[in-house]
């Protein structure tokens, strides 16, 4: 399980990424973040982040009918939310190379990839 902390920056992108994939709604993106490994996020976690994002015009909602009950909101992402996605993805694929690259540096890797580390360590 993923701890809430190290989850709290990035799920937005997570979301907004699920979202972009085709329009979707609040149970469905739990169920889907569950089955891509991030264990049952709660729904007081994911309705919150929803609401953010439909309020900065990230995603757009509309209520549709449901074959099994009550009207269901479901979530489509706008051309800002699909900006904000490449954002994201560019800003995490590079905290995961800085992140990676400093854990195999632990494990007593080398630092290959860049020059602005300091002489000494670099290696």
Do not use: W
């Not at 009207?71 to 905290?95: D, H, P, S």
């Amino acid at each position: 399980m993923i701890p809430s902390q190290m989850l709290k920056g990035t799920l937005e992108g997570c979301i907004l990424a699920i979202i972009s994939k085709e329009e979707t709604y609040g149970y469905e993106i739990s169920q889907q973040l569950s089955a891509y490994g991030f264990g049952k996020v709660a729904e007081g976690t994911i309705y919150p982040l929803l609401l953010r994002l439909e309020k900065n015009a990230l995603i757009c909602a509309t209520y549709r009918q449901s074959e099994v009950g009550p009207k269901r909101k479901y979530y489509a992402l706008t051309e800002a939310g699909a900006e904000e996605l490449r954002t994201f993805m560019q800003n995490y694929a590079e905290l995961t190379r800085a992140v990676s690259q400093l854990l195999r540096d632990l494990e007593g890797g080398t630092i290959h990839e860049t020059t602005d580390a300091p002489p000494a360590e670099r290696k």
